[in-house]
């Protein structure tokens, strides 16, 4: 137990500030200003998880019980603004070698983000006791780990990404679901919350190797 007890917020570490660095991004590509910024990157970070402990009748919801992850998210996107700004101001334009490595840094990071909070989600499952089925942990590893990005996409007046492209989505149902299975079939639970972390990372992998997409009907308009 207490491997599990400093696991689950090494997650929650992991997915607040990668999840806060992609709304701060996004923030700062539709010209926001600081406010801005830190508002998206605070809703992408902890929206998920709001809307988790609403679903299961926390209230209020962790974030506010506990700031310290509001905070994380805060300094994260003061220094993402700080970099862009300053790059800005002396019209530093970024080689494009470099921009290929903040795309694949980024993507790391999203992934690990979309898994921390996916097995997190799952977790917090837990407490609903004699309620819980599969059905609902995994709903719940979902919702952590692709509501936050919904709110952000609404926020920033764009079609939330995981309604129109990639392996994002279903990598968070593969995971929370393998995660549930196994704590509903008695395995341990540092071994449940390993097995669900790592088969998001892999599906999400294998989606940006081999360029998965679901299928979809092309209507035409732009």
């Not at 570490?13 to 830190?38: Q, Y």
């Not at 599969?134 to 996409?153: A, E, K, N």
């Not at 968070?172 to 639970?189: K, N, P």
């Amino acid at each position: 137990m207490e491997q599990t007890a400093f696991f689950i917020p090494l997650m929650d570490l992991i997915g607040t500030i990668a999840f806060a660095l992609s709304g701060a991004v996004l923030a700062i590509g539709r010209d926001m200003d600081i406010f801005g910024v830190n508002i998206l990157a605070i809703v992408t970070a902890t929206g998920g998880g709001m809307i988790r402990d609403t679903l299961i009748g926390k209230f209020p919801p962790v974030m506010f019980r506990n700031p310290f992850y509001v905070l994380i998210s805060s300094i994260t996107a003061n220094c993402c603004f700080i970099f862009f700004f300053i790059k800005a101001r002396r019209k530093v334009a970024i080689p494009d070698n470099m921009v290929k490595v903040y795309a694949q840094v980024f993507f790391w990071f999203d992934t690990l983000g979309l898994a921390a909070f996916s097995v997190d989600g799952v977790y917090a499952g837990l407490s609903v006791g004699q309620h819980r089925s599969v059905f609902l942990l995994t709903f719940l590893g979902v919702m952590t780990g692709v509501g936050g990005g919904v709110l952000r996409d609404l926020l920033a007046n764009q079609m939330p990404v995981i309604l129109t492209r990639n392996i994002y989505a279903c990598a968070s149902i593969a995971g929370a679901l393998v995660m549930a299975l196994c704590l509903e079939g008695g395995v341990e639970r540092n071994t449940a919350i390993l097995a669900g972390f790592f088969t998001v990372i892999l599906i999400r992998c294998m989606a940006h190797r081999f360029k998965w997409n679901l299928p979809k009907v092309t209507s035409g308009r732009r």
